[in-house]
């Protein structure tokens, strides 16, 4: 592997178990020469599992609930004290439903719960970006990713209210991304990956199959984490300095399908 991110300082938030994608990026990242810095909510953090990824990147972590502008604060703080410096780079890497978790129909949804999802899954994008903002956090030229998935644009009645939570972090994206575009050339994308055997993953009703099926649709098949972490490496490099405000296909073209043949013969 190469040295793309040599002299990159970045904070990885979402790496719960080395299924995560957030641990693969975390891994690509360090492979390539940059510094990070792990974070995850304080409850995550019991299992234990980070320590080991820690180590392995040899990063602090910094537990923050993503829903807490104060943990967010104490974050960015925290990273720079540790960096002596901004970040390069940030990959927000969240996701939870609380109907989904508690098997609540698409027509019968709580109405807390859905607010709960929402500041999970997609406000804590735009209060992670604001205390950037307000931090002066990261370096011109730098670079913010979050992960979505194309319900936000399709309907996978399974995904339920996820699919309102990815609509909102895309649209975050591309309205935060014209204010850090326009003050200091810092871009902001998301990737919407293909399912993924992971914890949020597989939480979602029927997800075996549906990864089967989305298996099959796709010409190069589901992308891979660690193909999805290679991605995001590109997007925190310098090779992409131009790109922002966009939604970006990791899915081996599933986006783009109608009907592939090889489902006709099952
Ligand atoms: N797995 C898939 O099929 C798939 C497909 C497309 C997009 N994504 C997205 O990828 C991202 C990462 O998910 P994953 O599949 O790696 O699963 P994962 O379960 O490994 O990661 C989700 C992370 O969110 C963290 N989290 C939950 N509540 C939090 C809070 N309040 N504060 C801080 N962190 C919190 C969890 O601790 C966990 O680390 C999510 O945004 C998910 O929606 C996943």
Known sequence: MGNILAGKK???FGALDNQSIAWKVAERCVEEGAQIVLTNAPVAMRMGEINKLAEKCKAPVIPA???SLEDME???QKSMEHFGGKVDFVLHSIGMSVNVRKGKA???LNYDWMQKTFDVSAISFHKMMQTMWKLDA???WGSILGLSYIAAQRVFPDYSEMAE?????ESFARSFGYHFGDAKNVRVNTISQSPTMTTAGQGVKGFTEFFSYADKMSPLGNAPAEDCANYCVTLFSD???YVTMQ???HDGGFSNMGMNPRLLED
């Open 10 to 12: 970045g904070i990885i």
């Open 65 to 67: 609930d993503a829903t």
């Open 74 to 76: 104490n974050l960015f």
């Open 106 to 108: 698409y027509t019968d």
């Open 138 to 140: 990261i370096n011109d």
């Open 165 to 169: 939570s990815k609509s909102l972090l």
């Open 239 to 241: 090779l992409t300095r």
């Open 247 to 249: 939604n970006l296909y």
